[in-house]
């Protein structure tokens, strides 16, 4: 079975085992995280697409890791007027494990 979820205004495609890295959630590693912004679910022989979501259907993962994200700089720049402003930014992501996708009944 396959989802796809919104999280961190992003939307990824997850199944069951997959590793996911979302913006930070706030949990503790080893804590289960239920994502219930889940906008289709495809199962053997159906699929469900949401309006905007999927009644019903929820997507369990367990918390791995917090960790920040590689570095990126921000550098702006005017020509001819001395402006310079160099600046570097560290996003804080969440590492999950899927454990389980629930769909609803006319899925499973």
């Known amino acids: 079975m396959n989802a796809v979820v ?3 205004g ?3 495609t997850v199944k069951v085992g ?4 979302v913006e930070l959630l706030h949990a ?3 804590e289960m995280v239920e994502i219930d912004r889940v906008l289709m679910v495809k199962g053997d022989d159906e699929i469900v697409f949401g309006n905007p979501t999927v009644p019903g259907a929820r997507v369990m993962a ?8 590689k570095k990126i700089i921000v550098f702006k720049f005017k ?4 402006y310079r402003r160099k600046n570097g930014h560290r996003q804080n992501y969440t590492r ?11 899925v499973e």
């Open 18 to 21: 997959d590793k996911l890295d």
């Open 10 to 12: 992003k939307q990824y």
């Open 28 to 30: 503790q590693p080893g």
């Open 62 to 69: 367990q918390v791995l890791e917090h960790f920040k994200g």
């Open 6 to 8: 919104e999280t961190g």
């Open 96 to 106: 999950l494990a899927i454990r389980q996708i629930v769909g609803p009944e006319a």
């Open 79 to 82: 020509a001819k007027t001395r």
